[in-house]
């Protein structure tokens, strides 16, 4: 009876600890402007531009170190510009908001495509502006 006990205040306790519906987050973009969807730029090139921003924010590294006003990534012919919206702001955006927003300009405009967008937050104070063009 005891074991029975056990077992039913475990599996209550399950089935509140993770919700029943989970989605992976993602983030807003908007302003977004596919600026030549005749170009596509190299899918390796552009993955490695991605994590040069910030002086590179691949591996263990989690979020933009050094508070830079404007920090751009480049590899072959992608490169990635990342300016703060609000004058004054630095980039703080994290690598999961980084990528989030890479993927949800990517559903408007085509993966490896050249764009323009605004992603919510990555500043100090507000949101970051983002290009990504040929080099």
Not at 41 to 62: K, M
């Amino acid at each position: 009876m005891l074991a029975l006990l056990y077992s039913f205040v475990f599996l209550t306790a399950g089935a509140f600890a993770f919700p029943i519906l989970h989605w992976p987050r993602t983030e807003t973009v908007s302003n977004v402007v596919c600026t030549d969807s005749s170009v596509t730029l190299d899918s390796h090139e552009t993955n490695v531009a991605l994590l040069q921003i910030c002086g590179g924010i691949a591996g263990s590294i989690e979020k933009c170190q050094g508070s830079p006003t404007t920090t751009t990534g480049t590899s072959g012919g992608s490169e990635f510009t990342i300016t703060p919206v609000n004058s004054g702001d630095t980039i703080n955006i994290s690598k999961g908001r980084w990528e989030q927003g890479i993927k949800a300009v990517a559903a408007t405009c085509g993966a490896d495509k050249p764009f323009t967008a605004t992603f919510t937050g990555g500043a100090t104070t507000g949101d970051v502006n983002v290009v990504l063009k040929q080099a």
